[in-house]
């Protein structure tokens, strides 16, 4: 599957800012892992899984990562992808726990990623680049701040990679400050 394929896959289904901007934002946290962590010749499949892993939260928000699974087999997606974008809503809609180190990497960050959008938006910079691991710290201790995030998975996530919750909390945002230049340029073009 390629970049443009996924693409039109998931805005058959996605149409509103936030939901694709999260979606890019995913996918290139993803590449980003893949390159950091040894996974190089990867990164392609990597930034798939991210950018389709919520396919079907905008319209079946009650199916997540149930109704995604029958939407891609439609679309003839190849079912490595197919379980590794379900596996996200692992303990929370599926039962698929993630396996393989992408997989847990995908769980770990997903809820991560909305957080640390949510602390950039209340910067004076409205971005990560400014931003250091101790106020995300803060953040993420304040379970009245971006209460939608689940500190919860967060914490699972770091478990499942044999992480410190600060290494995932300090890798997850330099990904995104990495990656906020290629993020806002995808965005700005849609």
Same mark, same amino acid.
């Given at each position: 599957?390629?970049?443009?394929? $996924?693409?039109?896959?998931?805005?058959?289904?996605?149409?509103?800012?936030?939901? %694709?901007?999260?979606? #890019?934002?995913?996918?290139?946290?993803?590449?980003?892992? $893949?390159?950091?962590?040894?996974?190089?010749?990867?990164?392609?499949?990597?930034?798939?899984? @991210? %950018? %389709?892993?919520?396919? !079907?939260?905008?319209?079946?928000?009650?199916?997540?990562?149930?109704?995604?699974? /029958?939407?891609?087999?439609?679309?003839?997606?190849?079912?490595? #992808? #197919?379980?590794?974008?379900?596996?996200? @809503?692992?303990?929370?809609?599926?039962?698929?726990?993630?396996?393989?180190?992408? /997989?847990?990497?995908?769980?770990?960050? !997903?809820?991560?990623?909305?957080?640390?959008?949510?602390?950039?938006?209340?910067?004076?910079?409205?971005?990560? $680049?400014?931003?250091?691991?101790?106020? %995300?710290?803060?953040?993420?201790? !304040?379970?009245?701040?971006?209460?939608?995030?689940?500190?919860?998975?967060?914490?699972?996530?770091?478990?499942?990679?044999?992480?410190?919750?600060?290494?995932?909390?300090?890798?997850?945002?330099?990904?995104?400050?990495?990656?906020?230049?290629?993020?806002?340029?995808?965005?700005?073009?849609?």
């Amino acid at each position: 599957m390629t970049r443009e394929e $996924a693409w039109q896959l998931l805005t058959t289904y996605n149409k509103e800012p936030f939901h %694709l901007r999260h979606a #890019i934002t995913v996918e290139h946290v993803m590449g980003w892992y $893949a390159r950091e962590l040894g996974y190089g010749d990867e990164a392609e499949y990597w930034s798939l899984v @991210g %950018l %389709l892993h919520d396919l !079907d939260f905008e319209q079946w928000p009650e199916e997540h990562c149930k109704k995604s699974q /029958e939407l891609m087999r439609q679309a003839g997606v190849e079912e490595r #992808i #197919i379980r590794s974008t379900a596996c996200h @809503g692992w303990g929370l809609c599926v039962d698929i726990k993630p396996e393989h180190e992408m /997989e847990k990497v995908l769980y770990a960050t !997903d809820e991560l990623t909305g957080l640390i959008g949510a602390a950039a938006l209340m910067r004076p910079s409205k971005s990560v $680049a400014d931003m250091e691991l101790k106020s %995300l710290k803060k953040k993420f201790k !304040d379970k009245k701040f971006a209460a939608g995030c689940s500190r919860e998975v967060i914490l699972s996530g770091a478990e499942l990679l044999g992480w410190e919750l600060d290494r995932l909390l300090e890798l997850t945002l330099k990904a995104m400050q990495s990656e906020e230049g290629a993020i806002e340029a995808a965005v700005a073009a849609l």
